[in-house]
């Protein structure tokens, strides 16, 4: 991996996330607080505008400090969540390497374990783990199985399309709907959408 | 939206600015990364830091001072404080005997804090705060919410602070207090949130809001609005069933009964809801023998209140009776 396509990552993901507003803010406004949007979006150009001071390190300096930075902005629980992901990846490359697929899934999976054990969550609690969790198994297996990254890519995008719809039909045990009981049910969950629309373009730059 | 306001992304900072001088003989205030410590700082004890969203005020920088906190971490309104305020903080305040945190059960705090914690070079534990009786999971919590408890939870853990305990026996009599104390909110109105703009629920005149959070965040149910004795019953009702759930016998006990008011409802009529509680609680073989009534955990403009009850034992009626200094609590000195 080069820190070229993790700049080229944040600047596609700002990208969806600034033209999906209108569906973040609405699934947010039905089981959450309706802030999901705005966070997400302060996130994401908090990243892009950090481009020229993440251009000369590593991937995994790069990662870290993505980490670090977002910790210090989002606030409420995505920004320990978030930074928990990068931290952590960033800590997998560095003790395992980033040259193969079969590395960088290893440290994408370790950046979803930190994501469930900070928020103490797991598999069909209607989070974005419903995403992530799907996505980080199959990148392992294939990436293990030695197919081609655009192959891959296209995979983890419908994976994470099928978790993201899964969310409509659970009840939140954890989470912003968590208080919803019943009432959340019927509603995909905002989170696992914008985590869903990163992957999706994400895997469309690789 | 009705409010004194500049702009509205300068709230925080004004007010922190208008409080830090109103109060600079007993805080100080950093700015970027925003937190408070006091004027003086203490020596040789446990450093005692709490936090969270703004818009609860007192809570937590009005209880900064002797006896009490040592330093306060404010996030946006409704929104926890990050990381980077916890840690300067916490390097402001620590004086050689370890930092405890003492925090409230929402999600965002809990995560915020327990990052800060892992990242700090020093020996550290915390204190999650659940009083509210109301619900067990909510929109910002999975567990119960920590609500104005947390003011008897700081005033007791900061009094064993000073007078020399250890991290962990801080630690331990929070926890205490914290399972001793049990809450209940009803709200008559919604409050704003100043960059919303807008109430952040719908509660017609006609109705009520039983069980609601500090947040406005939903209770057990709306219901229509009655006499306030059985409001009140109600309420009284709750506590009772919370500390026979948690195992806890309430019967010949002696008991702090703490009125909270939620920003926008009189003392006045505060003091109508002491009268009505301290009644029942006594029916029901509790001997009230400390109170507090007012707003100490507020939720900005929402009209309403909560009601607290906390069980008092020898050690932590000493640590609540002894002498305090904080811009928003301060008895015998």
Redesign the interface.
């Known amino acids: 991996m080069k820190t070229e396509f993790i700049l080229d990552a944040a600047l596609a993901i700002q990208r969806t996330i600034l033209a999906n507003e209108h569906t973040l803010e609405s699934l947010d406004r039905e089981i959450g607080d309706g802030d999901h949007y705005i966070n997400m979006k302060r996130g994401a150009s908090t990243v892009v505008e950090m481009q020229a001071e993440l251009a000369s390190l590593n991937p995994e300096a790069a990662l870290n400090k993505i980490g670090l930075k977002l910790l210090s902005t989002i606030g409420g629980a995505s920004g320990p969540l978030l930074a928990s992901f990068f931290m952590s990846m960033s800590k997998s490359l560095k003790e395992h390497g980033d040259d193969s697929p079969t590395k960088i899934a290893a440290a994408f999976a370790a950046g979803v374990q930190a994501i469930t054990q900070r928020g103490k969550a797991n598999l069909g609690e209607k989070t974005m783990l419903d995403v992530l969790i799907p996505v980080a198994a199959q990148f392992e297996s294939l990436a293990v199985l030695g197919h081609d990254a655009k192959f891959i890519a296209n995979a983890l995008s419908k994976t994470a399309e099928t978790g993201m719809l899964s969310t409509k039909d659970l009840i939140a045990t954890k989470g912003r709907a968590a208080g919803l009981g019943e009432r959340a049910i019927g509603h995909i969950d905002p989170g696992a959408k914008s985590c869903q629309l990163m992957i999706e373009a994400v895997c469309q730059i690789v | 939206m009705k409010k004194f306001i500049n702009k509205v992304d300068d709230i925080l900072v004004e007010s922190l600015s208008g409080f830090a001088t109103a109060h600079a003989d007993l805080v100080a205030l950093n700015l970027n990364?925003n937190f408070l410590t006091r004027k003086n700082k203490a020596r040789n004890k446990v450093a005692i830091i709490s936090g969270g969203g703004s818009g609860h005020e007192p809570l937590h920088a009005g209880y900064i001072g002797v006896g009490m906190l040592d330093a306060a971490c404010p996030?946006?309104v409704f929104?926890?404080?990050?990381?980077?305020q916890m840690l300067e903080a916490a390097t402001a305040v620590h004086a050689d005997k370890g930092i405890l945190f003492i925090v409230k059960n929402y999600?965002?705090d809990v995560?915020?804090f327990?990052?800060a914690a892992e990242m700090l070079p020093f020996e550290n534990a915390t204190v999650l705060t659940s009083d509210d009786c109301a619900?067990i999971?909510?929109?910002?919590?999975?567990g119960r919410r920590g609500v104005a408890g947390t003011v008897i939870v700081e005033k007791c853990v900061g009094s064993l602070a000073e007078a020399g305990a250890d991290l962990t026996a801080c630690k331990t009599l929070g926890d205490k207090v914290n399972i001793r104390t049990a809450s209940i909110g009803v709200a008559l109105t919604s409050c704003t949130v100043p960059a919303?703009g807008r109430p952040t629920f719908d509660l017609s005149v006609a109705d009520l809001e039983m069980g609601v959070g500090i947040h406005g965040?939903?209770g057990r149910r709306r219901e229509a609005l009655r006499e306030a004795d059985a409001i009140v019953a109600d309420c009284v009702e709750a506590i009772l069933a919370d500390f026979k759930t948690k195992n806890i016998s309430t019967a010949q006990s002696e008991a702090l009964l703490l009125v909270n008011g939620f920003g926008a409802t009189p003392l006045m009529e505060l003091y109508l809801l002491y009268n009505t509680a301290a009644q029942l609680f006594t029916q029901h073989g509790i001997c009230i023998t400390r109170s507090l009534v007012g707003n100490y955990t507020t939720a900005l403009d929402m009209a309403g209140a909560s009601i607290t009850l906390c069980l008092l034992d020898d050690e932590i009626k000493q640590h609540w009776d002894s002498p305090v200094h904080t811009p928003a609590l301060r008895w015998k000195m």
């Open positions: 990364p996030g946006h929104t926890s404080p990050t990381p980077d999600a965002g995560m915020n327990e990052m619900v999971n909510s929109t910002y919590t999975t919303a965040e939903p």
